[in-house]
């Protein structure tokens, strides 16, 4: 019914940049926020960003002043420009939607999850 389509993750140098998309798709009423978190092996699941239709944002402190999230109402997509990457980024990169399919109900919904590598 939603289905959220990730790209961008990857392996890179300590330092380097990457990009993440992630475009929602399917019977889509309206969106409330976007966001981006991340979860390494035994740890829970924490959120890296976040940004609502409005453009409020929020941020991990780990990753402030590095990370910027954005959107595009339009296309239903949020992006994740991650700059001055450390080896503790490395992790799975999940996608994350909270959004109405009917006028009535809101739920999350989640990507399959994108690959993060960051080496030293």
């Known amino acids: 019914q939603v289905q959220l389509v990730e790209s961008g993750g990857g392996l890179v140098q300590a330092g380097g940049s990457l990009r993440l998309s992630c475009a929602a798709s399917?019977?889509?009423?309206?969106?409330?926020?976007m966001g981006w978190y991340r979860k390494a092996p035994g740890k829970q699941r924490v959120l890296v960003a976040a940004?609502?239709?409005?453009?409020?944002?929020n941020y991990a402190y780990s990753v402030k002043g590095r990370f910027t999230i954005s959107r595009d109402n339009a296309k239903n997509t949020v992006h994740l420009q991650m700059n001055s990457l450390k080896p503790e980024d490395t992790d799975v990169y999940y996608c994350?939607?909270?959004?109405?399919?009917?006028?009535?109900?809101?739920?999350?919904?989640w990507g399959q999850g994108t690959q993060v590598t960051v080496s030293s």
């Open positions: 994350n939607a909270d959004l109405w399919t009917v006028r009535t109900t809101s739920d999350d919904y």
């Open positions: 399917g019977s889509i009423f309206s969106i409330n926020a």
């Open positions: 940004i609502t239709s409005g453009g409020t944002t």
